[in-house]
């Protein structure tokens, strides 16, 4: 049997049809429409929490400073209330170092009357003080000029003079104590001086007098005379010639002093021929003063020329001779001799 051919649908159903498949693209696009519409709400949503997150990081950096700055404010106010604190206790310190100086001070001038009083008592008194002070003094330097005179009068060989000034020592000595007991007394008298304790004079022995007298030598003095080298050595003078420096010694032994009152020097080459001194002849006056039991010296000297002088260079003498007068006024004379030194080569 032959097919049927298919029936057409009828109409109002392909109209429905129609209109399902209109509203079907209509919600389809709607839902499209709703989805982009919500990713894109969601997308702005989450730009504005970025961006109140970055606000939110921001307030919470300027909090922090915020509180950096606020504690350190308040150290350094801390610091400050402790300086503050700190100048109070000084200024306090201060202020009572001025309260006790003013205290001192006014203590002080009250007393300024008192010590000037003092002061004027102790100068008045001080002046006797100080006269009989020097008086001694002068006492003392006088017995002590007066010893070196003794001292001298001995050397000299005067004894007799130092036994005369025996008497003169022991009654200075006698003042020189009175003096030192009038000085002792006078400073223990002084008035007392606030804050400084008692004067006292220095206690010392009293001087005692002497009663050495010293008994003149008998006879003549003795004098002794020498050379310091022997043979006198020769300095190397131009070619050949010599230069001879000499020094004589004397010494006094019976403790009477003695004056030299003429030198006689003379050179004797080896064959004996004689050198003077001078051109005005062997003798010479001189003052050569020996003090009791001491020594006194005279230097001399001659320059030889080139080969003239060779007999006395070549083993010549130097011959000296004295004259004087001791103090008990005997003569004394006496001689000293040197060989003189060969020249090397």
Known sequence: MPAKAPRAAPTWLMVVAGVVMVAGAAV???????????????????????TERGLVGEAEQ????????????QAELEEAQAAVGQAETVQNGMTADLASAQ??????????????AEARAFVDAAGPVIDIGSACLATGLRILDLRAEQEAR?????????????????????????????FAGAVTALPSLTGVGALTALAGEPLAASDV?????????????????????????STNGCRYNWKVT??????????????????????????????SGEWRDVNVVIPAGGTASYDGGVQTTDDSDMRL???????????????????????ASAQLERPEG
């Open 313 to 335: 260079i070549m083993g010549g003498r130097l011959k000296l001779r004295y004259q004087g007068t001791d103090a008990d006024g005997n003569s004394i004379s006496g001689s």
């Open 103 to 116: 205290e001192l001070l006014l203590q002080t001038n009250s007393e300024i009357p008192g010590r000037q």
């Open 213 to 237: 007298n010293l008994n003149p030598p008998t006879g003549r003095a003795r004098v002794t005379a020498a050379t310091t080298s022997d043979p006198i050595p020769c300095t190397s003078f």
């Open 154 to 182: 001995a050397l000299d060989g005067d004894y007799r003079g130092f036994n005369r000034l025996q008497g003169d020592y022991n009654g200075l000595t006698e003042a020189a104590n009175l003096e030192m007991d009038a």
């Open 62 to 73: 300027e909090l922090a400073s915020l509180q950096l700055e606020s504690q350190t404010a």
């Open 28 to 50: 389809a696009v709607l839902g499209l429409a709703s989805s982009a519409q919500a990713h894109d709400d969601r997308a702005e949503a989450q730009a504005q929490a970025e």
């Open 250 to 279: 004397f010494t006094e032994t019976a403790w009477l002093g003695v004056t030299i009152e003429r030198i006689a020097i003379r050179y004797d080459e080896r064959g004996g021929r004689a050198y003077w001194y001078s051109e």
